[in-house]
């Protein structure tokens, strides 16, 4: 088929335009929520596209007519401009609505306020007129004076009448008890009062109690003139029974009554009857006997008291525990933790039923409250530390600070809870009372210096049983001095016996608990056994200073302190820190550490001249020593002063104790690396002795080949060297040790100076002398003498050995490039050792100079 023409194409184009419908919309096609403008315009762009053409057969392809979507569009404009119409002029028809309505309500808030004025301008009349001020006519309004006025006199009437009533009342009432012996009216309001007539009664009964002594102050019918006299005086007629004893008697029987009734009540449980009670017995004693009465009934205190004189029990274990320094402490004993729970459960428990039974709870709190520490707690908490004390000091002091910390956590439980106003915290009263039964608790273990005089007691028991073998090795070897070991290697037996008699008549003499002595003679090494009159052994090892010791030392001061820090008031810290430092420098700082540096001293001073090599083996002891003394002094620092700050006195003073005996250690420590060095440089000096002269001027026709070793002396000084250094480097550290391998090198340097002036040395010797000055040098280079010791200082030996070796036009320039006059002295004497020194060149360059 031919495709048709263009004109073909636009008559059925316009054709197809014709029968297309206009879109129809309206302002609800725009105003709906789902309303999207990209899906409006495919609406009306498909509306516009001939069912013809988008059913044709695809095959070929027309011309694109534009024409249909033009006309849709222009129509859904046109549509769209009358919609625009419409709602502009729905809008101004609503903003003239909008504007009447404004306007109304403006109108409508105005007259309101003209009201509201009006009825507060009425309101401020009525009070002025009620108050008595002047009117607005400035007239005086006396209505509300007036009304006022009869209504105080009203009131003032009621009361005197009701005074009126009660002493009518009370009148009767002591005539019927003068008169007739009885109270009928009282008992008749006693029995169907109810809960305000028993108050009433108690009132009016207290009133005839007084009535009585005025009346009749012997209480006993009178018949005499003086009673006529009473009676003319009161004008009341005189009694003829024993009206006191009347009065008293009905009392205590309506006490009694209430009392009994208050407890039928406490039973059932019926609180607003406990309350009435509870009133009413408020005059009889300011409420006393009730709140004796509550308190002493409570199961809490019944049960409690079957129980109260149960052994203190617990496995064998735990109380070993509890006297082990060395061990943890095992916490608050059982059964008083036990009772403390429960306390805690019961007081806040019981405080809900307080509240609600009494109108004074806080009072009756207070009474439940010491009733439970003054007795329960304080009875159980006082066989829980005399069985500590039986078993040592420590035990008892472990046991009050786990006590007192447990008891202080339940007084703070409490105090978080309310008690009584819980949710809320409790009342300052209550706060106070329970701070003050904590401080009643233990007051009779801190009075005075008791405390800390306890604790010194154990640390000193402690240290003295640990420190026993220590001491009794070190006592024998001074009283027997030979060499170190076998100083040390030596048993004096009658001075062993006599140190281990002195020990235990001690022990002896303190009366300690049985379990007590055994713990210390654990720790001093002993056997329980002491009473066997046998030597102690003490080896080698008791004598030499041990870091677990010192650890041990320093754990059981820091255990004291802190229980120091929790026990005492903080006022007394600094001064209990002082007290406990000062037995700690005395036994680790005196008998320890000075007792092994002395023993290290006597033994460094006899090596300074023996005709073997000296023996070094308390170098090892420094390394512990130092290690000690860092501990030592960072515990003290760190730790101890710090909680002394407050009393800068008591400061000052162990900060000078302290120095004092960290000075005394540093020099003891000083002197024995001097007495080391002494010892060391005698035997490199008797080591140099063994030089051979023929080594520095050997023969000609010597094997050139012997000369590539050192000399023996040599050898000899650098192997003893070397083993020294070692032993050095493992004892020292840090710039004890730098200071020790630089006064060494610098003291090797000097002997070898002098010690070259003693040889003739020839040109074939001298190369000799420098082969020996650069193992010298070497062997001083390997040592980490850090900067103590400066880079050229043991190059001088290499320098010194070139002398003998260079001829003399090299000498000269040595000679002139000499520091100073000294220098050159010292060089013009080591050059006169060489063979050559009378040559004419050697001269010339001496001579010279």
Known sequence: MSRPSGDTASILSHQTSRTLRAPVFTLDTFSTKDFIVKDFIEALSDSAVPASRSSGPSSGQRAFDPKPLIRTFEHALSRLNVLTEELQERENELSGTVRRAEVQHNQSVESLGQKLNQAIAQFQRLDSSLNGNSSDDGGPDIGGIAAVRIGERLEELDRQMQRAQDAKFLVQCWQDVSEMGQMPQLEDMRERGGGAGIVRCAHIARQLLKLSSRLDPEGTARTNGAANGVKRRTGMPGSRFPTREIIEKFLENLEQDLLEQFDAFYRKPNYDGMRECAVALRD?????????????????????????????SGDAETWDRLQDPDAEPPGVEPSLQSLVDEVRIV?????????????????????????????????????VLGKANELSSLAFLRSLQAARSYIAALVDDLKSHGLTEHPEPVTSHIAATLDQQLE????????????????????????????????IYHSRRRKMPTTYFASLAQRGK????????????????????????????????????????????????????????????????????????????????????????????????????????????????????????????????????????????????????????????????????????????????????????????????????????????????????????????????????????????????????????AELALGLRSLILAHLHKFSISLTGGLVVSKDMTKYVELVRGWPTGEDLEGGSMDVLVEVSNLFVIGPEALRERLRGAAGGGEVQELKALIGRREDVGSVGVQAVLNGI
């Not at 439970?372 to 066989?383: A, P, V």
């Not at 005196?590 to 023996?610: F, G, K, R, V």
């Not at 035997?683 to 023929?694: H, R």
């Open 494 to 741: 009658e001075l062993a016996a006599s140190a281990r008699d002195a020990y235990m008549d001690r022990l002896d003499s303190t009366e300690l608990p049985a379990s007590q002595k055994a713990m210390l003679l654990r720790i001093a090494g002993l056997k329980e056994d002491h009473t066997e009159k046998k030597d102690i052994e003490v080896t080698d090892e008791d004598g030499k200073l041990s870091l677990s010791t010192a650890k041990r030392m320093l754990k059981w001061l820091a255990e004291g302190v802190g229980r120091g820090l929790e026990l005492s008031p903080t006022s007394e810290t600094p001064k209990d820190v002082q007290n406990l430092l000062n037995l700690l420098l005395t036994h680790m700082g005196e008998i320890y550490l000075e007792t092994a540096l002395d023993a290290a001293s006597d033994h460094a001073a006899s090596q300074e001249n023996m005709k073997t090599p000296p023996d070094l083996t308390h170098l090892p002891l420094l390394h512990t020593l130092t290690t000690i003394l860092h501990l030592l002094q960072t515990t003290t620092t760190t730790i101890l002063l710090p909680l002394c700050t407050p009393n800068l006195t008591i400061r000052r003073e162990i900060e000078k104790s302290t120095s004092g005996t960290l000075t005394t250690l540093e020099s003891k420590l000083s002197n024995i690396l001097n007495l080391t060095l002494t010892a060391t440089l005698n035997w490199v000096a008797k080591c140099l002795t063994n030089q051979k002269k023929t080594d520095f001027r050997p023969k000609d026709d010597m094997d050139l080949t012997l000369l590539a070793t050192e000399t023996p002396a040599c050898q000899s000084v650098v192997s003893f060297l070397s083993r020294v250094a070692q032993q050095a480097s493992s004892a020292l550290s840090g710039r004890n040790l730098h200071l020790f391998l």
């Open 284 to 312: 009889f004693n300011e409420g006393a006997s009730v709140m004796a009465t509550y308190v002493n009934q409570h199961s809490f205190f019944i049960d409690r008291d079957q129980l109260i004189n149960e052994e203190i």
């Open 440 to 471: 009643d608790l233990f007051v009779p273990y801190f009075v005075g210096s008791s405390y800390i005089e306890r604790e010194k007691k154990n640390l000193e028991e402690l240290y003295s049983s640990l420190l026993l073998k220590f001491t």
């Open 347 to 383: 007081v806040q428990e019981e405080a809900v039923v307080i509240k609600r039974a009494f109108p004074y709870y806080e009072e009756v709190l207070v009474r439940f409250l010491q009733r439970i520490f003054q007795q329960s707690i304080q009875q159980r908490l006082e066989m």
